[in-house]
């Protein structure tokens, strides 16, 4: 009887000296470094899925002129010429991590003398921060060319127009929609005729990320 107990307790022995050489395996520096490297890898994956999941942007406004002035634009002298103004924004390039190109059409209605000319005014816009960081605010600047549908008489049909403009955006409010809120400044310079318009605005609209 006692040699079965020392065999038996022999037996227990080794195979407690075998798992404890085994498990220095699965600790230490190796170890913790393989743990780092999986949860940085995971933490990467959840970082990058939305931006690439959503990779487009485009928003829409309304809105209207808040101060003018305006210069040589029509016979009388007209000042408060702005009415409302709508467009469409759509991103078209970015720079990684820095600021995005986007293409504006704006179209505005106006009313000088007794005509009411209409514009459409497409140009790029640069703004940052890029939209896939999805801060809240942005600033931005552009230039291009305006094009009148209806114009005052003896006034030029096209236009020079650059704008200024900072804003906030809230993405996703309702699945891929949210809102948006802008205000800046639009100046347009006729370029057959001496006229010029400098207003600043605000507008509401809807942003869309798909």
Do not use: C
């Amino acid at each position: 009887m006692k040699n079965v107990v020392i065999i038996l307790f022999s037996i227990l022995l080794v195979g407690a000296m075998g798992s404890a050489i085994a498990a220095p395996q699965n600790i230490g520096k190796g170890a913790a470094d393989q743990y780092f490297k999986q949860r940085q890898k995971e933490g990467e994956s959840r970082v990058r899925r939305p931006s690439s999941s959503k990779p487009r942007y485009m928003a829409l406004h309304l809105g209207g002129y808040v101060n003018e002035d305006t210069y040589k634009w029509g016979e009388r002298g007209n000042n408060d010429v702005g009415q409302l103004m709508g467009g469409v924004t759509y991103r078209v390039g970015e720079w990684k991590e820095s600021m995005d190109l986007l293409f504006r059409a704006d179209i505005s209605s106006f009313e000088v003398d007794d005509a009411n000319p209409v514009k459409l005014s497409l140009l790029p816009l640069v703004t940052f921060p890029d939209a896939r960081s999805q801060f809240p605010l942005y600033f931005g600047a552009g230039a291009g060319i305006g094009v009148f549908f209806k114009q005052a008489r003896g006034e030029s049909s096209l236009s020079f127009d650059y704008q200024v403009v900072a804003g906030g955006r809230f993405f996703d409010v309702f699945d891929n929609v949210g809102l948006m809120f802008e205000a800046g400044v639009k100046n347009s310079i006729l370029l057959f005729s001496d006229g010029q318009h400098n207003g600043v605005f605000t507008a509401v609209g809807t942003v869309f990320r798909f």
